[in-house]
């Protein structure tokens, strides 16, 4: 059986702003509804996706108490989510768990945190977030934090961990949590190399062989994660999988962005709303990158490492849009069926769809066995 893993949602941001997903909603943009998603449960299961890791996801803008609080919250709805959705999904924190949910028949969610700003400084917080279940912690965002800089950082502050970063990376090692070196800059990303025990992922990050981007790994890189036992899970974003398109989009996002929040505040006003439909439009328009892309990165890093450190994170409701011809959760299957057109076998494609993150992941959680 295909265990087929998606390494990286934002899909507690949607429920946060009142998505059900028992319900099928279509993608598209219609004036005043809300919110749009790539992921509900009816949709997870058309693609035979059988788990997923819902990141739970704070900005570096907020405060530290405004984080941790915001964390708590998205970890409140995934678990009402949850609970409202019997014999549909269930919660996994190992993979064992997953995989008896798989001969179930249930979808199996997992949790990750994306920015480690809601441990505060304080690693008993950490310790609570891995009892509610977090099993993987992306160090940083956006911008520098407590922990270590980030990739899009004007100004680095730590160049590198900085000293709670490091004690942040031996309790992780100690808990079983997994180290996701995406979002993080350079000089952190070989500072985790360096001072994790364990496995190292990338939960949702591409190349920059293939797209010169921060956010993306260099060759160099890739052979880290490789060497150190850990998989790289690669991003669906189309400004990640293609220079050419992100220099067709500069700006979109912003307006998108800006607009949205503008709607938000004043949800009742008609200019508002045509102004958030005109930006949305226009960000639509630019021609995306094939889904095809996915594979060839994924190609990239088995011509570099090796089949067994690479797997699909699609980044899902934490992107404007997916790529062509994928533009939800529904149509994972595509990257199976390009897999078997370009000839890798069923023991490959088990391995990218899903084996080998869930054997890093045993690996982190059980570090004394063989």
Known sequence: ?????????????????GADFEKK?????????????????????????NGAFFAIYTSNSLAPDESTRRAFELVSKVYDS????????????????????????????????????????????LRMFHRLGIRYLTLTHARSNQICDSCTSPEPVWHGLSPFGREVVAECNRLGIMVDVSHISDESFWDVIKYSKSPVIASHSCCRALCNHPRNLTDEMI??????????????????????????????????EEADYAWREDSSNPQLQANLQKAYEEYA??????????????????????????????????IEFGPKGLE???????????????????????????????????AVQNPNLE
């Open 223 to 256: 052979k880290a994660i490789a060497h150190k036992g850990g998989v790289v899970q690669i991003n669906f974003y189309p400004k990640f999988l293609s220079e050419e398109y992100g220099k067709a989009a500069i700006g979109l996002d912003d307006k998108l």
């Open 328 to 362: 939800d959760i529904s149509k994972m299957q595509k990257i199976i069926i390009e897999l078997r057109k370009r000839g890798y076998s069923e023991y490959d494609i088990k391995l990218i769809a899903g084996g080998n993150f869930l054997r890093v992941m045993e």
């Open 1 to 17: 059986m295909i265990f087929l893993l998606d390494s990286h949602c934002d899909a507690p941001l949607m429920l946060a702003k």
């Open 285 to 318: 328009a630019v021609p995306r990158p094939s889904y095809k892309v996915i594979v060839d990165h994924i190609e990239h890093v088995i011509k570099l490492v090796g089949v067994k450190h690479v797997g699909i994170g699609s980044d899902f409701d934490g």
């Open 25 to 49: 909603v279509e993608q598209g943009f219609v004036p005043g509804s809300f919110p749009i998603t790539h992921i509900d449960y009816p949709r997870m299961k058309k693609g035979g996706v």
């Open 82 to 125: 949850v609970e409202n959705s019997p014999g549909k999904v269930a919660f996994a924190t190992t993979p064992s768990q997953a995989r008896r949910n798989a001969r179930n028949g249930l979808i199996s969610v997992f949790l990750g945190m994306e920015n480690g700003a809601p441990i505060q400084n304080d690693l008993s917080l």
